[in-house]
Structure formats: C-alpha cells, structure tokens
C-alpha cells in the first residue's frame, strides 16, 4: 500500500525477530566462500532515524530494539551489524532489512530490492548507490517472480509485506509456491505479524499443506508496544532454512 511507511513501527519488537533471524542466516550462508544473490519484496527506505517525529509519535522502538538489545550477545550477527551502521551514521540510526543485508553480505553478492512507494524508493535508492543495489520501483511480487532464479543462484529472499492491503494474506501461499518451483535451491523467508485478528492463520496453515522443504515456522509474542495496538507478535515462515537456524530460533524464543 502507498501510504504505509515503516518509519513509524522502526524497531519495534517484530522488526527485532525478523531482523534477529534474518542475520544470522547471512552470516551462515556467508561462510561459504561462494557469492549469493539478496531480494526484498518490499525494502521500504533501509536507513531510519529512531530520533525523527515519526518514530517518537508511536514509540514502538522503545518496546522493541531499545529495550530487547542488551539481551543480545554482543556477538551476534545482528547486533554487530546495528553497531557497524551507528558508528556511520550515529547513535540513533536504524538499519531496515535492505541494509542489514548489505551489512552482512560482501562485495561480490547481489542485492534485488524492491520498493512501490515512490518517496520509499527515491530514499532507498540513495541510501543503497553505495552497496551497489539494484533498485525497483516496482509491485515486490512482480519483481521477484520476474528476477527468480538469480544469478548467483544461491541466496535468499525476504518477503515482508505491510498487510495493509487484506489480499496479501490470500495470494502470498501461491505465490511463494510458483517462487520456489522457479528457485527451488533459495531460502524464501516470509515475516507476518500475529494480529489479535488471528488473521495469518488461514495463509499458514496454506503454506503448511504446500509440503515444502526444510521448513522453520517461528513465532514470538509480545505484549502490545501501545494500548489498543492489535500485534502481539511475529512470525517467520522459512522456506530451505539453513542448517542450525532452529537452534537461534530456539534462542531467540528465550530472548523474548
């Protein structure tokens, strides 16, 4: 949807999970000395300021990345990762998927990144020139069935839509189906967020009867970051989840 910005829910404790996970796979799969390719259905800007009105307005940076960070090792990989971008661009920086990525992955992997907002896109494009990321202004799924399979074909993609638009729920299941028939050696990692609604439900339990391989399905709650605020927490649906993930899954269940 344009009129989402991600500016507002920076940090929160969903964005901590998604990007906790998202990670420590980079840094698996970096191991290798073999170059992979990075996609994002939906990149958002990449670079935020937890200190700008936004971000104050809805304090959800204070429930999330504030208060879970010291509970981190310092050695982990997305912990490394925020204080790389701070000591960059300072203390009050946020790094959104997109530039963890690029924190994480070297110089000879690719970055597919797709962003519709057209303010988003602007802003993604000038914060990534730098780590040469091809930008696209351009519907994710579109995107990303249009690139699939990379080139290299080893890598990962992230798919993490706002759900403002209701249909997302309905047409994600078959689309992360016709993407890993194309792309059959890629991690397709999906986020959702755990409504009181329960409205992920029904799309989980259509990916479940999809058989894919070596799934990791995790979840994490919360409590809400405001009063009447509907997510209670987060889930990850990984499709070819690296080897070990279940165990910083397992981690990370006790860190929240």
């Not at 910005?5 to 073999?34: E, W």
């Not at 203390?91 to 110089?107: D, F, N, Q």
């Not at 696209?136 to 249009?146: L, N, R, S, T, V």
């Not at 009447?228 to 987060?234: E, V």
Request: hydrophobic share 40%; net charge neutral.
């Amino acid at each position: 949807m344009l009129s989402y910005q991600h500016i507002f829910h920076a940090g929160n404790p969903a964005d901590v999970h998604k990007h906790a996970l998202l990670c420590a796979m980079l840094s698996y799969m970096t191991r290798k000395d073999k170059p992979l390719s990075y996609l994002e259905t939906h990149s958002g800007r990449a670079l935020y300021d937890l200190s700008c009105d936004e971000a104050l307005k809805t304090g959800e940076a204070e429930a999330g990345i504030a208060a879970l960070t010291d509970r981190f090792p310092a050695s982990h990989p997305y912990i490394k990762a925020l204080k790389t971008l701070r000591e960059r661009h300072g203390e009050t920086a946020y790094a959104g998927s997109p530039m963890l990525a690029a924190l994480c992955l070297r110089p000879t992997d690719k970055l597919h990144l797709a962003e519709l907002h057209p303010q988003e896109h602007q802003a993604l494009r000038d914060v990534m020139r730098p780590h040469n990321a091809k930008c696209y202004k351009q519907d994710g799924f579109e995107m990303a069935q249009a690139v699939c399979p990379p080139e290299p074909r080893r890598g990962i993609m992230l798919i993490d839509p706002s759900y403002e638009i209701k249909s997302d729920y309905d047409v994600i299941p078959a689309q992360i189906a016709k993407l890993h028939r194309k792309w059959n050696v890629g991690v397709i990692a999906l986020w959702y967020p755990i409504l009181t609604s329960d409205a992920h439900v029904q799309m989980v339990t259509a990916l479940r009867s999809q058989n894919l391989p070596n799934l990791l399905h995790h979840e994490v709650s919360f409590p809400p970051v405001r009063a009447g605020h509907r997510m209670i927490g987060s889930g990850m649906f990984i499709v070819n989840a690296p080897y070990g993930l279940d165990a910083e899954a397992d981690a990370l269940a006790q860190l929240f």
